[in-house]
């Protein structure tokens, strides 16, 4: 009897942590990967997340942080955790949280504040975080104590993933951090339940299935929220079956491969323009797609919309269908009508006639600008050389302005969720944060897979110091940057000395400018990567070869490329609102 009471004394008097408290509650919400830069008071956060089993990684600056964990979300269908200091590391971070809400990617932000004994008093670092992250997130909340902490992270979590997902803050107090508290009185939250799965009405499908079987000009649209929905396979049937065009958005890449023949991503104008019927899949009508409007629209175009969110269902066009529920569930609604009901969109229908004589002639535009020989090379030729060689199910990671949207039409996803970019927020910055991420996830789940990273010069000075986080986690990212000196467009380096002579700097020089000939690889080489500096198309067919052989260790190509090079003409169209 004595001996019972003292095993249940000493279990009474068993203590934990405020920081154990978070990493335990953390994990038990099967949170994998937390991402930040530690500081008061947050450091024993990030050492309990990982005797906890949680990777940390260290960043160099919070954005980056937050963009990282939001990019694991995206990847996993889980929310990676940002840990940020109190203050100016938390506003750094509200960056990364507007982009996950913007993309619709589950985010988590542990961010630490003053001392509840503190507050009012002019604190260190005491800012209004609760109420400044309320612009940017699904849910900003702080536990009302350390035995609440628990609640708080499951509800964070659930409420990330759940409907739309987004980003979520939880704020916790520094002086909750350290604080010790009874073992017993916590009581940590089950695992919430993955998010549940809606199907649309009946009615709605039947209707959508009706207006597609009598498009004369159909157009599937695919979005990233098809990508994050796992609805490749479905979607890939419904193209099939139904022998539909489709177009992916920039992140909707891959979910059907892009070199299938139905894919009509080079005649994205004309297919846009032209269609009777768009389908959008996980798709929003945005400045992505032009808000679905003439002129770049029919003015009588139906749009059937099919999105999880019941909000943007009508935002800017009025859908002659709207389909709420899970984009997979959704499609494989539609696949069960057509296979009780079995439709086939004409293979030798004049509206594929029009398409494939649009995506040939801007095929041909594109070749005729890869094959020219003049040096510096221009944006096609080094992306043509670049698409060579890379291995075909690569995570692509591109940002930048050329870069980005040249490098779209020319580079090939094959694969779902295999292509991050600036998005819908169109975010500068994001790329390495993002690398870092995939490389991460691939690291645990396929090490062979590889994640390529192609930035602007201008896009990689955001988060260039993340070149050091890179080499310190020895992943084997290849960091590709097309160096034109400048932003959209640059100046070579005898123009530019004769700039420098017309006054000072700031007064004369053009405000899209860089400086030329930078040697962004030697950024690699400092921290123990192989960096090449490479001019002409063999340098890079070597360099290439040579980085993309190297399993274990990052790599750097700095590309220089035709300062004044540009995308070919296109015509653009502008609408007075």
Sequence with gaps: MASNRVA??????????????????LKKQNVEYMFGVVGIPVTEIAVAAQAAGIKYVGMRNEQAASYAASAVGYLTGRPGVCLVVSGPGLIHALSGMANANMNCWPLIVVGGSSDCNQEMMGAFQEFPQVEACRLYSKLSVRPSSVEAIPFVIEKAVRTSIYGRPGACYVDIPGDFVNLQVNASSIKYVECCLPPPVNMADASAVSTAASIIRNAKQPLLIIGKGAAYAHAEENIRKLVEQCGLPFLPTPMGKGVVPDNHPNCVAAARSRALQHADV???????????LHFGLPPRYQADVKIIQVDICAEELGNNVKPAAALLGDINAVTAQLLEHYNKRPWQYPSNAGWWKVLREKMKSNEEASKELASQKSLPMNYYTVFYHVQEQLPRDCIIVSEGANTMDIGRTVLQNYLPRHRLDAGTFGTMGVGLGFAIAAALVTKDRNPEKRVVCVEGDSAFGFSGMEVETICRHNLPILLIVVNNNGIYQGFDADTWKEITKLGEISQVAPPVSLLPNSR????????????????????????LRTSLAEKTVPSLINVMIEPQASRKKQIHFVRDF
Excluded: C
């Design 520 to 543: 962004y690889e030697q950024i690699m080489t400092a921290f123990g990567g192989k960096g090449y500096f490479v001019q002409t198309p063999g340098e890079l067919q070597n360099a």
């Design 278 to 288: 768009i389908i959008l899949l996980g798709a929003r009508l945005n400045w992505i």
């Design 8 to 25: 249940g004394d000493s279990e009474n008097l068993k203590t934990v942590s405020g920081a154990e408290v978070i990493a335990q509650a």
